[in-house]
């Protein structure tokens, strides 16, 4: 754990997480980091705990004494959201203090209750503020659904601090570096990518309201934003409210000037038309990712498909349906509420079609409403005029793309 201070009476205390689903589901390649933030007036408040595994709430108590924080002085608990990676330590910290208040909205209280069974919980709404003293002033914004219904923002008037929550956070570990000043070009493409990759697992399927959240952020004169993971912003707060914005935009058709192969192959027919299409990408200089499903983790493919501006599907028949890892990689985008994609389908079948039908079903199911090229389908092996016909559409996607790129 890692402790850093944010302004004056104003501490963060930061931790990485490595080698978990987080959620129970993502694989997260390169970690996420916890954050959590202490305000200290007259008295004491911490803003997202942490989560509460075994020996994760010493280590914070430790490094809270650490920074000159007794733990038993700690009189609010500010959950910003209820999700136990920012509460799960409640339960432990009753054990040593029995007299502090949970301060959340209320959606959040009904949980903080029944996951915990905590009961002295002082409810918020909209512009509610706690005093601290010795001038600081926390005001309350509840941002419904980013990503449960429980969630607001915290943010500290003197100055201008936007706790933000899971809002405009990030997956990746943290290095020395932790402000946006401090990070080099590589690490802010890295948390540029880790950003879309957590919009994408985590909050895309609540894109309508992160507008919300944003519009709430813009209201607000802000000069920091310290989301509950990833990088906190002091130069340029800005920033992280642009790249949210555009990756708002992803979640409805838009991407990088980028495509992405989404495969999978029985016995190869279908991989010898990709391994065309490959070619034909080098060849127009257009970027591209390949995702062969079902080797790609769920994580990576939900993020690559959602930054780009380009989808290629590349599936067989299989039993008179589409691929399964494919449809099921369709499936989950489709929960995910990936919307207006730009799309190409091709793929092999033996003795008879069918996933052209289900993937009608798929996009229509899920209200998808992603614009596809007309498809190409081959008996057994591509042969050359079955190439050629999908070079043209990839190379109709390619010019179609342009108006889908936003960087
Ligand atoms: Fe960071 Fe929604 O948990």
């Not at 009189?75 to 339960?91: A, F, T």
């Not at 000069?223 to 990833?230: E, L, N, R, W, Y």
């Not at 992405?260 to 070619?279: F, K, N, P």
């Not at 990689?329 to 052209?356: D, P, V």
């Amino acid at each position: 754990m890692k402790q850093l201070t944010i302004a004056e009476g104003i501490h963060m205390l930061t931790m990485n997480v490595e080698d978990i689903l987080f959620e129970g589901i993502w694989e997260i390649a390169n970690g996420v980091t916890l954050n959590s933030y202490i305000v200290q007036g007259e008295k004491t408040a911490i803003i997202d705990g942490v989560i509460g595994w075994d020996g994760v709430p010493e280590t914070l108590y430790r490094n809270l004494a650490e920074i000159g924080v007794e733990p038993k002085r700690i009189d609010y608990l500010v959950v910003n959201h209820m999700e136990p990676d920012h509460s799960g330590w409640i339960s432990n910290f009753r054990k040593i203090k029995d007299n502090f208040t949970v301060i959340c909205t209320e959606k959040a209280a009904k949980m903080v209750a029944s996951f915990y069974g905590e009961d002295k919980i002082r409810i918020v709404k909209e512009g509610d503020t706690l005093d601290l003293g010795k001038g600081k002033v926390l005001s309350f914004h509840p941002v419904p659904n980013v990503h449960w219904p429980d969630t607001m923002y915290t943010y500290e008037k003197a100055t201008k601090t936007l706790f933000s929550c899971d809002m405009f956070g990030a997956f990746g570990r943290m290095g020395e570096h932790c402000f946006d000043d401090e990070l080099t070009p590589e690490e802010i493409d890295f948390f540029e990518a880790e950003g879309i990759r957590y919009y994408s697992n985590v909050m895309g399927t609540f894109t309508s309201s992160l507008r919300k959240a944003i519009e709430k952020a813009n209201a607000l004169e802000i000069k920091t934003i310290a989301p509950g993971h990833g990088p906190v912003y002091r130069k340029n707060p800005q920033k992280i409210i642009a790249d949210y914005s555009r990756f708002s935009r992803y979640a409805e058709g838009a991407g990088k000037n980028e495509v992405t192969i989404l495969w999978g192959s029985m016995y190869g027919m279908t991989a010898q038309a990709v391994a065309h299409v490959e070619g034909i990408l080098q060849r127009e200089g257009v970027k591209f990712n390949k995702l062969e499903m079902p080797l790609e983790s769920e994580s990576e493919m939900i993020a690559t498909v959602f930054k780009s501006a380009g989808i290629i599907i590349a599936a067989p028949t299989y039993e008179y349906k589409l691929f399964p890892p494919v449809a099921a990689a369709l499936n989950e985008l489709g929960r995910k509420k990936i919307t207006g994609k730009l799309a190409f389908r091709f793929g092999s079948y033996g003795w008879s079609g069918g996933a052209e039908r289900e993937l009608k079903e798929i996009m229509e199911r899920n209200n998808m409403k992603w614009d596809f090229l007309e498809s190409v389908e081959f008996e057994g092996a591509p042969k050359k005029e079955d190439l050629m016909k999908v070079e043209d559409g990839v190379l109709a996607l390619i010019e179609k793309m342009k108006e889908k790129v936003v960087e």
